[in-house]
């Protein structure tokens, strides 16, 4: 459950990013690293494989947006250590939108201290770079 509120947190405090290269050929592929980007923490390559609208696409909000996925990362990273790190992600189900655009993305966390989390959800979008996870 805590995992699945660390994912809106970081919805929320990312909401002005915007994705700047680096996609995945599957949404499958885009939303797992998503998780486990958490636990590496790796604010960077976040901001690489997530998308939002272009107007954000500033340095200065970049910059901004980079701090504040610091701080995140950094806590979610505390929290898998507490659980021994991530054992395992696999992906429960995939739901595509009509025009396969958009795709859902249900994952299953299962940590290494024996904690399963999910399915939670991970909404992704295809772009031009590939997919991302949109927020």
């Known amino acids: 459950m805590k ?5 809106f947190a970081v919805m929320f405090f990312v909401v002005v990013a915007v994705a700047c290269g680096g996609g995945a050929d599957e949404p499958e592929a885009v939303a ?3 998780i486990t980007v ?3 923490g ?3 390559r976040l901001l690489d494989i997530i998308y939002l609208d272009e107007k954000d696409n500033t340095p200065e909000a970049k910059a901004m947006i980079e701090g504040k996925l610091s701080m995140m990362v950094g806590m979610a990273q505390e929290e898998m250590k507490s659980k021994g790190g991530i054992k395992d992600v696999k992906v429960d189900s995939v739901e595509y939108n009509s025009d396969k655009t958009k795709a859902s993305v249900y994952l299953i966390v299962t940590y290494k201290d024996g904690e399963v989390s999910g399915p939670d959800e991970v909404g992704t979008v295809k772009t031009k770079d590939g997919w991302k996870v949109e927020l």
């Open 32 to 34: 797992k690293e998503f």
């Open 38 to 40: 958490f636990e590496k």
């Open 3 to 7: 995992q699945l509120k660390m994912f």
């Open 42 to 44: 790796d604010s960077k």
